[in-house]
Nanobody, 123 residues
Framework: EVQLVESGGGLVQAGGSLRLSCAAS????????YGWFRQAPGKEREGISY????????YSADSVKGRFTISSDNAKNTVYLQMHSLKPEDTAVYYC????????????????WGQGTQVTVSS
């Protein structure tokens, strides 16, 4: 069974940090790239980071660049999103997803999705 399971969300004060994890199973981890997305209430799902686990290339949206870092541990089939300097506007449900396409954060390019983890940043 294909699964992407996110964890690490929670409530944090503005300026704080969180690390999200995404554990993949049921498919060949290295065959896919991975993205982190977020969706705030009333807003569209936004792609914020991407990583190619084969060569380590990453991409981050301007809204999170310099604050969020995507990484992977291929031995553990896990992708991470380290988030620093969190702001109230970062409050959203965060999702990880897998794609066979390179360098994309377009939601329709993704094949597998996790269930999401809530991140709430208080002011």
């Amino acid at each position: 069974e294909v699964q992407l399971v996110e964890s690490g969300g929670g409530l944090v004060q503005a300026g704080g940090s969180l690390r999200l994890s995404c554990a993949a199973s049921g498919f060949t981890f290295d065959d896919y790239g991975y993205g982190w997305f977020r969706q705030a209430p009333g807003k569209e799902r936004e792609g914020i980071s991407y990583i190619s686990v084969r060569d380590g290339r990453t991409y981050s949206a301007d809204s999170v660049k310099g604050r969020f870092t995507i990484s992977s541990d291929n031995a553990k089939n896990t992708v991470y999103l380290q988030m620093h300097s969190l702001k109230p506007e970062d409050t959203a449900v965060y999702y990880c997803a897998g794609t066979r396409r390179l360098g994309t954060t377009t939601t329709t390019d993704y094949d597998y999705w996790g269930q999401g983890t809530q991140v709430t940043v208080s002011s």
